[in-house]
């Protein structure tokens, strides 16, 4: 299975850090965002990743290369300047990611999702991993029923994670320009067609300047644990 990382937003919440340097190479304890993720991937058995780029895509381009760094083959999907959204972006990815299932994350989720189970995940049109809703996200997105099938309407809503895999077939008629996802989403969740499965383990969402310096902050938590752990 082939994935691809979200890696062409402005980032306009973590303004200024993003004037002059993308999102996913926003460092948290001395390591891009992007990195972890490439991490991760690797961790679960993806070797061809496809990233797509916009604002200052060369960047990522150069910081990222081919992915021999990490035992990886990266290709990359350029939006140029202006970025497609997510539909959109998947959309002009299609023929770099095959006639076959894809896993797609976003370059600024930090979490412990074991995606190597998502390798072998048997899909209709879609497959979301669902987490609890965050602080800053209290609504949720969709709904999850007793029989995995996700739906727009409904109560006690999760939150969509960013983690997902999807047919080809979702984006057959998407066309090549700015698309969120949502509405590509909804018309298939009307048709139950859309599969879910909730996440409780670590996800952070690194959107915002307080949340880059809270991972930074957790990490330097974690090194001291583990400092300490090896003392004793």
Request: charge should be neutral; proline fraction near 6%.
């Amino acid at each position: 299975m082939k994935a691809m990382i979200l890696a062409a937003g402005r980032g306009e919440r973590m303004r200024p850090l993003t004037d002059h340097t993308p999102k996913p190479l926003l460092k948290a304890a001395g390591k891009a965002l992007i990195e972890y993720t490439l991490e991760n991937l690797a961790a679960a058995g993806f070797t061809e990743i496809v990233i797509n780029i916009a604002h200052l895509g060369g960047q990522i381009k150069d910081y990222c290369g081919d992915g021999k760094r990490w035992n990886v083959s990266i290709e990359y999907s350029d939006e140029v300047e202006t970025a497609l959204e997510t539909a959109g972006g998947i959309a002009k990815a299609l023929p770099l990611l095959g006639n076959k299932p894809f896993l797609v994350l976003n370059a600024d989720i930090i979490c412990d999702y074991p995606l190597a189970n998502l390798r072998t995940r048997a899909i209709d049109l879609a497959h979301l991993v669902m987490i609890n809703n965050p602080p800053h996200h209290p609504e949720g997105d969709f709904s999850l029923n007793a029989d995995s099938v996700l739906s727009e309407q409904g109560v006690n809503k999760l939150t969509f994670s960013g983690i997902g895999v999807y047919h080809p077939k979702l984006f057959a008629n998407i066309p090549i320009a700015p698309l969120k996802l949502r509405p590509v989403l909804n018309r298939a969740m009307q048709q139950q067609r859309i599969s879910g499965e909730k996440f409780s383990g670590l996800w952070m969402d690194i959107g915002t300047p307080e949340r880059l310096a809270e991972l930074g902050k957790q990490h330097a938590r974690d090194r001291s644990k583990h400092t300490e752990d090896a003392a004793n």
